[in-house]
């Protein structure tokens, strides 16, 4: 208990901002509150019961100042005698400890016998472990609800990318890919889409993931810029009829592991000629001339040239106002470093579900930090894409 009560403390402290985190601070406050009041009335709220001892009687407001900023309480009030909920005082002792018991909820996979250890330090007795599953159901429902909401309108690029974590499964630790999903849609604002947790390299995996958003109202997809892993591509060709962009970033990490350590510089500058060039004719041209260049003294990475070649320079064929973010996944990086910075705080994970109850969360939060920023792709270029159905789609994957 010492450890995760460690890891719970370090994960607040790096979170102190999140306003997740306060909107859930004030969402368990309120639901522990009526869960002792039902221990004091004998009833559920709008329960009739001829077991009733008392009855509520509206609410009193009340700011709540925590680490995690203001938050406003809704305390009952009852009709015979006072009501103060215990965790507010001491107040720095007890909001850590709910605090932590909204972490043990996201961390612990629904720990019951955790949570109801927490409620009770914050000196709240009489909660029941039916009532503690109700209260970490409800914390799922918010992030799950972000999660699996329906996608309207076009979106015409899907940025896919994955990080791993470990997780216990039947008695050993493994590790497991979190599939995130980013796309854009036609007024040139970005949202996380999709969240998964899965083998990286199974087709299975990928057909229900991708048919899983389709389902949800993800259509228009033009492009799909995504790392090379095994299966995505074919699942890619059957669920949508869209270019695959293969990341810029990685690729160029695969192809340098062709050469020695003195050739590398050489081997990049030659191989970004292709990537100034400012049409996609231009680019194909000087990609071959590149490739025969190294047929001699690096033979194998001239083949893996012409076997990349289409799916790599698949976002020349797109608006250049969009080249530089749609040829590669490092959109994504920033989000990714982020999870992982939380993850390892975890170590290993319980399930599956515990992770997807993290990574929700955070990714939430950065969700709605997108909605307040500036267009991410210009609109000029978007209308280019929609409008014009004559517009090349170099590398289009067909079933």
């Known amino acids: 208990m010492a450890k995760v009560s460690m890891a719970l403390a370090e994960l607040v402290e790096k979170g102190a901002q999140d306003e997740v985190v306060r909107d859930l601070l004030a969402h368990v406050a309120e639901r522990l509150m009526e869960f002792e009041v039902e221990q004091r009335t004998g009833a559920e709220y709008g329960e009739r019961t001829g077991d009733r001892s008392n009855s509520r009687n509206g609410y009193r407001d009340r700011l709540w100042e925590t680490r995690v900023g203001s938050v406003d309480l809704r305390i009952p009030k009852l009709r015979r005698g006072s009501y103060l909920p215990a965790f507010l005082e001491p107040r720095r002792t007890a909001e850590k400890a709910l605090a932590a018991v909204i972490q043990e909820a996201y961390i612990q996979g629904v720990s019951t016998r955790s949570v109801d250890e927490l409620v009770k330090a914050m000196g709240m007795t009489g909660i029941s472990k039916s009532q503690v599953s109700r209260l970490c159901a409800e914390i799922d429902e918010r992030v799950n609800a972000f999660l699996t909401r329906p996608l309207e309108g076009d979106w015409p690029y899907l940025w896919i990318d994955a990080t791993y974590v470990k997780v216990r499964q039947a008695g050993r630790i ?18 996380i889409v999709g969240v998964a947790v899965g083998p990286s390299e199974a087709e299975p995996f990928w057909l229900k993931f991708l048919r899983d958003l ?106 250049r106002a969009h080249r530089k973010q749609i040829a590669s996944t490092n959109p994504l990086e920033r989000l990714n470093a982020e999870i992982k910075r939380r993850t390892d705080v975890v170590g290993i994970f319980p399930n599956d579900a515990a992770i997807v109850r993290l990574v929700g969360a955070l990714l939430l939060e950065q969700n709605d930090e997108w909605q307040l920023q500036r267009r991410y792709l210009s609109l000029e270029g978007l209308g280019a894409i929609s409008d014009n159905q004559n517009h090349r789609l170099s590398a289009v994957i067909t079933g």
Not at 283 to 293: K, L
């Open 214 to 319: 389709t389902r949800r109202g993800l259509r228009g997809v033009k492009l799909v810029i995504s790392d090379a892993h095994l299966g995505l591509k074919a699942a890619i060709a059957k669920v949508f009829n869209a270019t695959w962009q293969r990341c810029r970033v990685h690729f160029m990490r695969n192809a340098l592991a062709h050469a020695n350590k003195g050739q590398r510089q050489m081997v990049l500058a030659l191989i970004n000629t292709a990537f100034a060039q400012e049409t996609t004719e231009a680019a194909h041209e000087q990609w071959r001339v590149v490739a025969d260049h190294f047929r001699t003294k690096l033979p194998k990475l001239a083949v893996l040239l012409d076997e990349a070649e289409n799916e790599v320079l698949a976002f020349m064929g797109f608006p």
């Open 174 to 191: 493994v590790s497991v890919a979190v599939i995130i999903a980013v796309a854009v849609n036609t007024d040139g604002v970005r949202e």
